[in-house]
T-cell receptor, first 112, second 115 residues
């Protein structure tokens, strides 16, 4: 079954600390993996996009990694800020289609 | 340059009614995808429209239908509403020819409540 699973479900950290979010997928055939940030009640905003040949991609304080062999990805947030409080969603695209599967997200709360 | 816009922002309907949601893509984009996001869940892919035709569909019943107009804007129609249709409906636009890097830009969503 094609699935995208994220962990942890929720996370609370102090401002300035780093954190890492995990994504495991069983989507096949694989095309690309994306990380999105979604503020409550808003649409998701793209952070990174990676194909199977890329194993790391950065966007400011966000760094995503991809291991296509183990079908795992991580999103590392450096020096967290209060504005990083949001849900982070991992999305995997199917090769040869325009279809995507979204994970249920990790809810991050950054405290002052 | 306006991003993706959706209307209305909120909507309340009763079971059995029909609803139409609207989406205008980001300028220059020709592809529109629709998603349903239940509370606390990730978005679920409903379908994608390109060149006024449904190009790809997710696992949603025929009660969910759509349309794309020549100006690339799109509508999502849901018939015979069920309580379980209550969700945030997201529209995303992209450039159809972008392949794996066809980044999707999401609108703010329409919150549908079915009573």
């Amino acid at each position: 079954k094609n699935q995208v699973e994220q962990s942890p479900q929720s996370l609370i950290i102090l401002e300035g600390k780093n954190c890492t979010l995990q994504c495991n997928y069983t989507v096949s055939p694989f095309s690309n993996l994306r990380w999105y940030k979604q503020d409550t009640g808003r649409g998701p905003v793209s952070l990174t996009i990676m194909t199977f040949s890329e194993n790391t991609k950065s966007n400011g304080r966000y760094t995503a990694t991809l291991d296509a062999d183990t079908k795992q990805s991580s999103l590392h947030i450096t020096a967290s800020q209060l504005s990083d409080s949001a849900s982070y969603i991992c999305v995997v695209g199917f090769s040869g289609t325009y279809k995507y599967i979204f994970g249920t997200g990790t809810r991050l709360k950054v405290l002052a | 340059d306006a991003g993706v816009t959706q209307s209305p922002t909120h909507l309340i309907k009763t079971r059995g009614q029909q609803v139409t949601l609207r989406c205008s893509p980001k300028s220059g984009h020709d592809t529109v995808s629709w998603y349903q996001q239940a509370l606390g869940q990730g978005p679920q892919f409903i379908f994608q429209y390109y060149e006024e035709e449904e190009r790809q569909r997710g696992n949603f019943p025929d009660r969910f239908s759509g349309h794309q107009f020549p100006n690339y804007s799109s509508e999502l129609n849901v018939n015979a509403l069920l309580l379980g249709d209550s969700a945030l409906y997201l529209c995303a636009s992209s450039l159809g020819s972008g392949g794996a890097y066809n980044e999707q830009f999401f609108g703010p969503g329409t919150r549908l409540t079915v009573l």
